[in-house]
């Protein structure tokens, strides 16, 4: 069987990345034919295209700061093309495939898989959602969501019930990354089952051998967020005058100019998971961050934002977290925080709980791509 998947394989983004590589690695190790089908949507090629027409402050203030970083944000986006290459068997590996193209690209297929990551997602605030990741195109295969998301509020979607249940019914099998997405689905007469992020699908064992060494030498604290909000930011701080270690951030944004913290721009989805692996703490509002600090066994916080006095739970983390038992490892601004319960985290208990979800998760994808 020849497969296709439809996922954010076109970001600069290590989560997107190395979601997009677990998959088609699970995929291609039963045996199967797999191509990732090299789509992006008009909102994430206008974002990153050099002929943008959208050029607000945001994209001033991008363009300014990039501009004393050119040579290592150079390197770094050598690196995640270079990746892909090598890594995700894009088809077609030379150009974009738009959402026009998509019915006669698809042709070749026996079964498309769409997901992971926010592909369902409908928050107005992103540029890279489509309604292709739903589907949307005749295609006569089997059409299977593997944890696809809605992202971190299912509010969205509810705002547009109609469009999505009508298109998600048109799956022969589902798979949804929340279980607040599992329990909407649900309400609306779709059986849909729970599945962990495809980059848990491996092993850690899988993933070192994917990592590239850090060239940074002795302990730090490692920052990953890929929106440098102030509130993680905080976190990371409280926990460098703790433990008296340096902050190191990767691919630094704008906001975080001024935190002190030790920047390295020229890192690609290898060298990232080198830097958590080699990492003594590690701080991160991203769902990737948490989830390979997770996968290596390292001490980390899981930051969250707070809004008049209201812990902003967010689900891709929040469900995750509350699965594997580490609640208190989820943290604010304004969390004490207790190094003495990340240091003492029984990682046997966690990696068997992880261990359950993983096989779980494979018998949903065997049996939905499988020949029935």
Known sequence: MKIGILTLQGAKNCGAALQAYALTTFLKNK????????????????????NSRKKGKAYWARKIYY????????????????FQRKYLNLYPDNRRIREQELEESTKCYQCLVCGSDQIWSQDPKLY???????????????????????????????????????YVKGFDDVSVREEEAAEFL????????????????LSANEWNKLTIEP????????????????????VAKHLSDKTGLKVIELNPHPKSWNSGFQKLYGSGPREFLGY??????????????TVFSILFNKPFFAAFDQKNGQII?????????RTLGLDFAMVTASTKLDINAINNINWDMINGRI??????????LDKAVGDK
């Open 313 to 321: 739970w967010e689900n891709r983390k929040a469900s995750l977290l």
């Open 215 to 234: 060239k940074f030498k002795g302990k730090y604290i490692l920052y990953f967020s890929v929106n440098s909000r102030k509130y993680s930011i905080d």
């Open 67 to 82: 501009m004393f970083f050119y040579k290592s944000i150079r390197k770094r986006n050598e690196l995640f093309e270079a």
């Open 186 to 201: 649900q309400e609306n007469g779709i059986s849909a089952t729970v599945c962990v992020d495809p980059t848990l699908l």
């Open 355 to 364: 261990l359950k979800l993983r096989n779980d998760s494979m018998l949903y």
């Open 31 to 50: 045996g199967y034919s797999v191509e990732i089908i090299n789509f992006i949507s008009d909102g994430e090629y206008e974002r990153t295209s050099k």
């Open 128 to 166: 890279d959602k489509s309604d292709a990741y739903f589907v949307n195109f005749p295609f006569a295969g089997k059409k299977v969501s593997y944890a696809a998301s809605f992202g971190d509020s299912i509010e969205y979607a509810k705002k547009h019930i109609q469009k999505v249940i009508g």
């Open 276 to 289: 958590i692996l080699n990492a003594e703490y590690v701080v991160s509002n991203s769902f990737h961050g």
